[in-house]
């Protein structure tokens, strides 16, 4: 292996591991195709499926900005003490400092 190369190793069997690149690179190519390959017989069609139709106000209705008033809603009817979000912030500081974050909040939804 050149330096600066990091390969992954692949269990053969029993304890046993490869570190040979080519072997590496066939047995995880392998393993994602045998998860994605056709299954032959089986498929999803839906030539015959009924949907329903949005009509202009409810196709205007899902594609149109919020307002700040269903947000605020939304932020308020969530529990203030429950764990908090990816940034580290529950809803409790949301509602604490919406006025000064509403600005960016609304810009985050729309």
């Known amino acids: 292996m050149e330096e600066g190369e990091k390969w ?3 269990s053969v069997r029993d304890g046993l591991w490869c570190d040979n690149k080519e072997v590496v ?6 393993f ?4 994605f390959d056709r299954v032959e017989g089986v498929s999803v069609r839906l030539d015959n499926a009924a ?4 009509s202009g106000e409810e196709n205007r209705m899902l594609v149109e ?3 700040e008033e269903e947000v605020k809603l939304a932020v308020w009817s969530c529990e203030s003490s429950k764990s908090p979000g990816p940034d ?7 509602k604490f ?7 960016d ?5 729309n």
Do not use: H, P, Q, T
């Open 88 to 94: 580290g912030f529950n809803f409790g500081f949301l």
């Open 32 to 35: 994602f195709k045998s998860r």
């Open 8 to 10: 992954l190793k692949w």
């Open 51 to 54: 949907f329903s139709l949005v």
């Open 25 to 30: 690179k066939d047995k995880i190519r392998n």
């Open 97 to 103: 400092c919406w006025e000064i974050l509403k600005e």
């Open 65 to 67: 900005a919020f307002s």
């Open 105 to 109: 909040v609304m810009k985050a939804v």
